[in-house]
């Protein structure tokens, strides 16, 4: 029990790290690419976030950027291996084309996860341990504190730019 606790948290750390830096590399934080991203952002700006982290928490829900991506990779991978994987990269190019996404990091975000999470079922942590440590991911940026993530966020942006 608490060796699946320890996987589940490694690959919560894992998915972060994937999902934000695949984000922030493309440029998420920089403007509200996606319809509604920009009010999302100016949202949590009036509450005491950063207007970069907000953008990039609104490209997050407005559109299957890398988070997304990376939970249907591991999605895929426990259906069905690699090629499962690979199945939803298509899924996430196919939605980021569907809601007028330029970017590419969903499509990215999920080949790079895809990778990582079929590498990792070698070492003892499983796809579905993967599938529980994204949605722990998400929720650090999503559904904790909008104002303390964006800030967050906005530190990572400005260190990249």
């Known amino acids: 029990m608490l060796n699946g606790i320890t996987n589940i948290i490694a690959a919560a750390v894992?998915?972060?790290?994937?999902?934000?830096?695949?984000?922030?590399?493309?440029?998420?934080?920089?403007?509200?690419?996606?319809?509604?991203?920009?009010?999302?952002?100016?949202?949590?700006?009036?509450?005491g976030g950063n207007l970069n982290g907000g953008y990039m928490i609104g490209n997050i829900v407005c559109s299957p950027d890398a988070s997304a991506g990376t939970l249907l990779a591991a999605c895929g991978v426990y259906v069905y291996g690699i090629y499962g994987g690979l199945a939803?990269?298509?899924?996430?190019?196919?939605?980021?084309?569907?809601?007028?996404?330029?970017?590419?990091?969903?499509?990215?975000?999920?080949?790079?996860?895809?990778?990582?999470?079929?590498?990792f079922s070698f070492y003892g942590i499983s796809p579905e341990e993967f599938i529980a440590g994204m949605v722990l991911a998400i929720v650090t940026i999503q559904g904790l504190s909008h104002k303390y993530s964006s800030r967050l966020l906005g530190k990572l942006w400005r260190f990249k730019s």
């Open 14 to 47: 894992v998915a972060w790290l994937i999902f934000v830096t695949t984000d922030v590399i493309f440029g998420l934080p920089k403007k509200g690419g996606v319809s509604g991203a920009e009010a999302i952002g100016r949202s949590v700006e009036e509450e």
């Open 88 to 119: 939803a990269v298509v899924l996430v190019f196919i939605g980021n084309r569907i809601c007028h996404d330029k970017g590419y990091a969903g499509t990215t975000g999920a080949i790079i996860a895809s990778f990582v999470i079929w590498g």
